[in-house]
């Protein structure tokens, strides 16, 4: 359970004397702890997205067959997604081949995105003669600060200190071109619930409309769809 507003006040007496204590400004751990409750939701989706998500999503796409020519000898083929990987985000150093990890710090600084690459696997098969070979597409993803891909997580305050971040950084946002961006989260309906609604607007869009609806979200592990 969320903790109650009122806990995130430091119990501190308003006095312009407490700016003078060394540690003016920081927060008692158990306030940090409280602060947690912001951002995990945020940071939890973006985990379940990037560990079950995507590499989920492989499975649930139906392979796709296809022909190039529109003659009936020509050979027909069959594609289908293998598999989907996300790395940590890293950089590519003079050297060629090599790169180093990259944190948000630097990607403010060079106001460039906070990503990863992301490869999609596939194998290509020729259903009329029944070779297959293997594939890759590579693309970026970006990366939620604090996630399960960011290069921050699991890091002590020290090490925080040392990449030149906040010593209490939270995380659950992005960095796109060295702007902080956050994605609002929305509430969504519950999955395999019904729900009735009556709205006076909806027999005005059509003819045929009612203004009783039915709204359900129904979903398997990957799939969620409104109907």
Partial sequence: MAPDLKDFVPEVEQSYKNTLSFDYGKLPKDKVKQFDYITAPHIESFDWFLDHGLPGLADSIRPR?????????DDKYKLEIESITIEKPELKTEEPGRTRQIYPMECRARKINYE?????????????????????????????????????????PKKLVKVKEDHYELGGYFICGGNEKVIRLLNMNKRNHPMGLFRGGFAKRRAGYQVNIVIRLYAGSCRIRTK
């Fill in 65 to 73: 067959e296809f022909q190039f020519g529109d003659e009936k000898t």
């Fill in 116 to 156: 990863s690459r992301a490869e999609i696997n596939y194998i290509l098969t020729n259903t009329t003669t029944g070779q297959s070979q293997t594939g890759k597409k590579e693309m970026t993803i970006p990366i939620m600060v604090g996630s399960s891909k960011c290069n921050l997580r699991g890091l002590s």
